[in-house]
């Protein structure tokens, strides 16, 4: 530590008093940046910890001289977004400020987005504090839309490239893409990127642009947590209206089962082959999921409702935390109420779209995001398995069946550890060839970037089981339900990989703790079928290079880029 004066909260204008009249000590941390001490808790409220330091820069320059402030000091730097994530990718649960940790917040003056219009396709140029729906509603107004996106619209542009956030859609069979618009994570959008990374020969942090076709843009591209991104410009098509259709009379057997199996033909894949776009959230213990479909449509069907605005699904949408918290004390407290609760939430669900929501049309924006904060606070693990299109209702067969005989298993017990549904979407990979640059590099961290030695894989199939934080023996069946798929996608129709955000790396008491996941499976993962010079070694090296101080790594990403 230097021996200059530490300057104290009093000492800094704009300052909230210190929570619990804790006094910190920020060793020449500059004057002129804003700082103040927050309650840190992620979305699902697993990660927790009070009274950490939060800056807020108003400039580059603030961002940089915070950068160099803490490596010097040794301190760790954390954007932390919305907060909105499962994995412990900014912060471990129970972190206090003794831990060294300077948490960032860019929300409030890194918004700044700028359009250009070119012949076929759009440049957005954006800074990464933006909110996707602030964001997408400024694209809206010049004409631009996304293909798909994740569907929380509080999420900022920065955290969503760096888990290589997704919503659900492949090509409908004839479909003609729109120039500009992507099938795979947000990820696959980025042209060129303004990093903050180590410069050797000044011995500083600076920024630095990384254009599309650099290789050390790679990484880069989705870095979970690894770098800091500032501004992204980013490739965008032409806006599109989208219809929303949804179903909740067709049971999961036939949307789940093999092509040869089902009755009506009524598969996911089929809906998929239709429209490209579609999504299930199946509560356990029912037997009909709620299928949304979505589908390009120019003018607007005749039995359609126009909607201006998103979350059009205020049955879900609307749920206070406390009414959260209530659902979640009852069915950890009485287990055996589980298949009654997802019973009366799939007919909540269904009695409601009767009256709101079965069949919506508007721009894709008030169609794409339909999550708000004010949902249930559930965890959930999550995976992408890649294959090939003709494979996707094999994939979701076997899932569907393990799933399904592994809750049998524990109700036998007496055991309900899954209350909360299984989501089913399904996305193109980041493939470089709808990129408009040439030469594009492929994200070296995406969880859907493409293998070399399986070009006939061109999907994923996105897969979430959900349930409350703190129910009983969740932690056990979702290790079980992970070695399962690890050891049955083990890349002979189709290869496993984690979703960034989620939980996977299962031990006995958490999420994120096995270490031959963490430090084989997960490599392997990205490694296999993949060119040594954009592979996870190579990923790692390049993160080490532009990081050396590992000044943006949580724990937990320390040891899954481990040597």
Same mark, same amino acid.
């Given at each position: 530590?230097?021996?200059?004066?530490?300057?104290?909260?009093?000492?800094?204008?704009?300052?909230?008093?210190?929570?619990?009249?804790?006094?910190?000590?920020?060793?020449?941390?500059?004057?002129?940046?804003?700082?103040?001490?927050?309650?840190?808790?992620?979305?699902?409220?697993?990660?927790?910890?009070?009274?950490?330091?939060?800056?807020?820069?108003?400039?580059?320059?603030?961002?940089?001289?915070?950068?160099?402030?803490?490596?010097?000091?040794?301190?760790?730097?954390?954007?932390?977004?919305?907060?909105?994530?499962?994995?412990?990718?900014?912060?471990?649960?129970?972190?206090?400020?003794?831990?060294?940790?300077?948490?960032?917040?860019?929300?409030?003056?890194?918004?700044?987005?700028?359009?250009?219009?070119?012949?076929?396709?759009?440049?957005?140029?954006?800074?990464?504090?933006?909110?996707?729906?602030?964001?997408?509603?400024?694209?809206?107004?010049?004409?631009?839309?996304?293909?798909?996106?994740?569907?929380?619209?509080?999420?900022?542009?920065?955290?969503?490239?760096?888990?290589?956030?997704?919503?659900?859609?492949?090509?409908?069979?004839?479909?003609?893409?729109?120039?500009?618009?992507?099938?795979?994570?947000?990820?696959?959008?980025?042209?060129?990127?303004?990093?903050?990374?180590?410069?050797?020969?000044?011995?500083?942090?600076?920024?630095?642009?990384?254009?599309?076709?650099?290789?050390?843009?790679?990484?880069?591209?989705?870095?979970?947590?690894?770098?800091?991104?500032?501004?992204?410009?980013?490739?965008?098509?032409?806006?599109?209206?989208?219809?929303?259709?949804?179903?909740?009379?067709?049971?999961?057997?036939?949307?789940?089962?093999?092509?040869?199996?089902?009755?009506?033909?009524?598969?996911?894949?089929?809906?998929?082959?239709?429209?490209?776009?579609?999504?299930?959230?199946?509560?356990?213990?029912?037997?009909?999921?709620?299928?949304?479909?979505?589908?390009?449509?120019?003018?607007?069907?005749?039995?359609?409702?126009?909607?201006?605005?998103?979350?059009?699904?205020?049955?879900?949408?609307?749920?206070?935390?406390?009414?959260?918290?209530?659902?979640?004390?009852?069915?950890?407290?009485?287990?055996?109420?589980?298949?009654?609760?997802?019973?009366?939430?799939?007919?909540?669900?269904?009695?409601?779209?009767?009256?709101?929501?079965?069949?919506?049309?508007?721009?894709?924006?008030?169609?794409?995001?339909?999550?708000?904060?004010?949902? &249930?606070?559930?965890?959930?693990?999550?995976? =992408? +398995?890649?294959?090939? @299109?003709?494979?996707? *209702?094999?994939?979701? $067969?076997? !899932?569907?069946?393990?799933?399904?005989?592994?809750?049998?298993?524990?109700?036998?017990?007496?055991?309900?550890?899954?209350?909360?549904?299984?989501?089913?979407?399904?996305?193109?990979?980041?493939?470089?060839?709808?990129?408009?640059?040439?030469?594009?590099?492929?994200?070296?961290?995406?969880?859907?970037?493409?293998?070399?030695?399986?070009?006939?894989?061109?999907?994923?199939?996105?897969?979430?089981? &959900?349930?409350?934080?703190?129910?009983?023996? =969740? +932690?056990?069946?979702? @290790?079980?339900?992970? *070695?399962?798929?690890? $050891?049955? !996608?083990?890349?002979?129709?189709?290869?496993?990989?984690?979703?960034?955000?989620?939980?996977?790396?299962?031990?006995?008491?958490?999420?994120?703790?096995?270490?031959?996941?963490?430090?084989?499976?997960?490599?392997?993962?990205?490694?296999?079928?993949?060119?040594?010079?954009?592979?996870?070694?190579?990923?790692?090296?390049?993160?080490?290079?532009?990081?050396?101080?590992?000044?943006?790594?949580?724990? &937990?990403?320390?040891?899954?880029?481990?040597?």
């Amino acid at each position: 530590m230097s021996s200059k004066e530490p300057i104290k909260q009093e000492d800094i204008d704009l300052q909230k008093p210190i929570i619990n009249e804790i006094e910190f000590n920020l060793y020449n941390f500059p004057k002129e940046v804003t700082w103040k001490t927050i309650n840190f808790k992620n979305w699902s409220g697993e990660i927790s910890a009070n009274n950490m330091p939060c800056c807020i820069p108003k400039t580059v320059e603030e961002v940089i001289s915070v950068a160099n402030w803490a490596w010097k000091e040794n301190y760790k730097l954390r954007p932390i977004g919305q907060s909105h994530n499962w994995s412990p990718l900014i912060l471990g649960s129970g972190k206090s400020p003794k831990d060294n940790i300077m948490l960032m917040d860019l929300s409030a003056h890194f918004t700044h987005v700028n359009i250009e219009h070119r012949s076929q396709f759009c440049l957005v140029t954006a800074q990464t504090g933006i909110l996707m729906e602030t964001l997408m509603t400024q694209m809206e107004e010049q004409g631009l839309g996304f293909t798909a996106t994740p569907a929380p619209g509080d999420l900022t542009l920065g955290a969503v490239l760096a888990i290589n956030g997704h919503g659900t859609a492949i090509k409908a069979v004839d479909e003609i893409p729109l120039p500009g618009h992507t099938f795979g994570s947000l990820s696959n959008t980025i042209l060129s990127l303004s990093a903050v990374v180590w410069d050797k020969e000044s011995q500083q942090y600076t920024v630095k642009r990384f254009e599309r076709n650099e290789p050390d843009c790679a990484p880069l591209l989705t870095h979970i947590g690894c770098a800091l991104i500032l501004e992204v410009q980013f490739q965008a098509g032409k806006n599109q209206r989208l219809r929303c259709q949804s179903f909740t009379d067709i049971p999961a057997d036939e949307l789940f089962s093999l092509p040869e199996n089902a009755k009506e033909k009524r598969t996911f894949s089929y809906f998929l082959d239709q429209s490209g776009r579609a999504e299930i959230i199946l509560f356990p213990f029912t037997k009909k999921p709620w299928l949304k479909v979505w589908s390009v449509a120019p003018t607007k069907p005749a039995t359609s409702i126009e909607v201006t605005t998103p979350y059009n699904y205020p049955f879900s949408d609307n749920i206070s935390l406390t009414l959260s918290d209530i659902v979640e004390d009852a069915v950890t407290a009485f287990p055996f109420i589980t298949p009654l609760i997802n019973q009366i939430q799939y007919q909540h669900v269904h009695d409601s779209l009767q009256n709101r929501g079965k069949d919506i049309w508007g721009w894709s924006k008030n169609l794409l995001l339909y999550v708000k904060p004010t949902t &249930l606070r559930v965890t959930a693990n999550g995976y =992408a +398995i890649l294959t090939q @299109r003709t494979h996707i *209702q094999l994939v979701m $067969n076997k !899932f569907y069946t393990q799933w399904g005989a592994l809750i049998q298993q524990y109700e036998e017990q007496l055991k309900y550890p899954i209350n909360s549904p299984l989501e089913v979407r399904v996305t193109g990979l980041d493939d470089p060839a709808e990129v408009m640059v040439t030469g594009a590099t492929v994200p070296s961290l995406s969880a859907i970037r493409p293998r070399l030695d399986h070009p006939e894989w061109d999907v994923a199939v996105w897969i979430d089981v &959900l349930t409350f934080p703190k129910t009983p023996d =969740a +932690i056990e069946f979702f @290790r079980q339900l992970e *070695q399962w798929l690890f $050891n049955e !996608f083990d890349g002979s129709y189709a290869s496993a990989r984690v979703e960034w955000s989620k939980g996977w790396a299962y031990g006995s008491k958490t999420a994120w703790e096995d270490k031959e996941i963490l430090t084989k499976t997960i490599p392997t993962s990205l490694t296999d079928g993949l060119p040594a010079d954009n592979n996870w070694a190579s990923a790692v090296s390049a993160l080490q290079k532009y990081d050396p101080h590992h000044l943006f790594r949580s724990p &937990l990403l320390d040891t899954l880029l481990s040597d």
